[in-house]
């Protein structure tokens, strides 16, 4: 199951299970969508565990799921990534390049640093 926890008013810190459900979407799509309605938010991932998905119904979900209400170029300004696996930071390269000017990854041990990087909004 994701876990999350508002870091700020803005800023919501989603940890990934070692294999995502389809169903785990589910409870973090609200917390998400109401941050979204008061403007621009950070968001770190924590993905540290996180080893693929449960079977292409949980990918599915989890590509609609930031397709359809995360919608990373309209209302991220900044995403944090806590990486636990070399091809996440393969990944996140992709992503900074791709999706949002505004991606970086963090190794385990810099958790803090990616917090106050999400909290403060500052490069």
């Known amino acids: 199951m994701i876990q999350t926890e508002t870091l700020a008013p803005n800023a919501l810190k989603i940890v990934l299970p070692e294999k995502i459900q389809s169903g785990d979407f589910e409870n973090v799509a ?40 995360v919608r990373p170029r309209q209302n991220v300004e900044r995403l944090a990534v806590i990486i636990g696996h070399e091809w996440q930071r393969a990944l996140v390269a992709v992503l900074s390049t791709f999706l949002h000017p505004h991606v970086r990854a963090f190794e385990k041990a810099e958790l803090a640093q990616a917090t106050d990087w999400v909290k403060s909004g500052a490069d």
């Open 30 to 69: 609200p917390q998400v969508e109401s941050m979204i309605g008061r403007g621009k938010i950070n968001l770190l991932i924590d993905a540290s565990a996180f080893d693929g998905w449960e079977d292409t119904a949980a990918f599915r979900a989890h590509a609609t799921f930031v397709k359809d209400q």
